[in-house]
T-cell receptor, first 108, second 114 residues
């Protein structure tokens, strides 16, 4: 089992909808979790991180962490075409462990 | 804003050449990282450094070495480039700060070895 698993997608949503991206992990000792966005041909950029169970909101983005079930998710409200990118989930152990990413396409 | 810069955006080298990739960060971060990113394989850690002159192997160190003589600069060296080292190389830096561990990435160097 991979340490961090993401559905590769593509996930396709219409403009204005909520996009839901999920990530599961195997290491219960993981301390904090990160969501990065990567546009095609660009480097990853941090969207947000979360380390406590529950929800954390930042603008249109909400990260949700459930340590008992070992998953972390990212919700994007009012999705825009500019949100079309690959979303990478990462968790912190001694270093960051990365998922392969989910490709999101927001259709106008 | 954190700024991480890399010496080249695109680089073409021949098999067997020694290749240097340079990375500089301007935010006094302790940690610096070198990754390569390939389609279907994601981000793979090559080496990281948690202090000047300190380094630790990542998941795929074979064929690579690194140097960190100054806090702001982290160099990746391909001792003898091979075609299977054609990839996107990404440098990142981070603070060590509680549970946070955000990594900030440079723009990347797309290396082609022919």
């Amino acid at each position: 089992q991979k340490e961090v698993e993401q559905n590769s997608g593509p996930l396709s949503v219409p403009e204005g909808a909520i996009a839901s991206l999920n990530c599961t992990y195997s290491d219960r000792g993981s301390q904090s979790f990160f969501w990065y966005r990567q546009y095609s041909g660009k480097s990853p950029e941090l969207i947000m991180f979360i380390y406590s169970n529950g929800d954390k909101e930042d603008g249109r983005f909400t990260a949700q962490l459930n340590k008992a079930s070992q998953y972390v998710s990212l919700l994007i409200r009012d999705s825009q075409p500019s949100d079309s990118a690959t979303y990478l989930c990462a968790l912190r152990n001694r270093k960051l462990i990365w998922g392969l990413g989910t490709s999101l396409a927001v259709n106008p | 804003d954190v700024k991480v810069t890399q010496s080249s955006r695109y680089l073409v080298k021949r098999t067997g050449e020694k290749v240097f990739l340079e990375c500089v960060q301007d935010m006094d971060h302790e940690n610096m990282f070198w990754y390569r990113q390939d389609p279907g394989l994601g981000l793979r850690l090559i080496y990281f450094s948690y202090d000047v002159k300190m380094k630790e192997k990542g998941d795929i160190p074979e064929g690579y070495s690194v140097s960190r003589e100054k806090k702001e600069r982290f160099s990746l060296i391909l001792e003898s480039a091979s075609t299977n080292q054609t990839s996107m190389y990404l440098c990142a830096s981070s603070l060590v700060q509680g549970v946070s561990y955000e990594q900030y990435f440079g723009p990347g160097t797309r290396l082609t070895v022919t």
